[in-house]
């Protein structure tokens, strides 16, 4: 399968813990997204790379939250100092830059519990 | 926010077109309307887009009113395995020349058999 994937899939941790979840795009896709979803809600936008530049962040990544994406190829979201108000389940996606627009495909996702 | 309305909730009968509507009045002019579900507990699936001409593919058909205020995403035979919630997004071009989707809470559409 060559479609976006996400490791782990789930993950409890207890608050004030650090985690870091990684994600693999699509191969030669260069845009990757991470977003954010809690119950009953759709996606929420976190954060969006170009290669390796990280373009844009919303206000939603507080300073506890990191992204990166060193080589353009995998990314890793990093969330320092766990809060109970962080358990949602995270989302990644990658497109291939293209005119007049481009589709994100979304992966698994990592469900994360904060205890 | 969101620039799209959808109803909380369908029922659909299994075998029968799910007929699944979207409201975008202020959609602009390069901005494209997409469809993606999310069946319980997985990513968001990719499912059709389109810019103001109807489209179809193995999945689905995106018919876009003439005045593109307007979309209906049409499942042409329903299986209990289209069971999902469906999101209609209308992207926005960034600043930083990417495409922002900005999800609602979108449908979520029961098949029912």
């Known amino acids: 399968d060559t479609g976006v994937s996400q490791d782990p899939r789930h993950k409890i941790t207890k608050r004030g813990q650090n985690v870091t979840f990684r994600c693999d795009p699509i191969?030669?896709?260069?845009?990757l997204y991470w977003y954010r979803q809690t119950l009953g809600q759709g996606p929420e936008f976190l954060t969006y790379f170009q290669n390796e530049a990280q373009l844009e962040k919303s206000r939603l990544l507080s300073d506890r939250f990191s992204a990166e994406r060193p080589k353009g190829s995998f990314s890793t979201l990093e969330i320092q100092r766990t809060e109970q108000g962080d358990s949602a389940m995270y989302l990644c996606a990658s497109s291939l830059a293209a005119e007049p627009t481009d589709t994100q495909y979304f992966g698994p996702g990592t469900r994360l519990t904060v205890l | 926010d969101a620039k799209t309305t959808q109803p909380p909730s369908m029922d659909c009968a299994e075998g029968r077109a799910a007929n699944l509507p979207c409201n975008h009045s202020t959609i602009s002019g390069n901005e494209y309307v997409y469809w993606y579900r999310q069946i319980h507990s997985q990513g968001p699936q990719y499912i059709i887009h389109?810019?103001?001409n109807n489209e179809t593919n193995e999945m689905a058909s995106l018919i876009i009113t003439e005045d593109r205020k307007s979309s209906t995403l049409i499942l042409p035979h329903a299986t209990l395995r289209d069971t999902a919630v469906y999101y209609c997004?209308?992207?926005?071009?960034?600043?930083?020349?990417?495409?922002?989707?900005?999800f609602g809470t979108g449908t979520r559409l029961k098949v029912l058999a």
């Open positions: 997004i209308v992207t926005t071009l960034t600043s930083s020349g990417t495409y922002k989707y900005i």
């Open positions: 389109g810019l103001k």
């Open positions: 191969s030669e896709h260069n845009r």
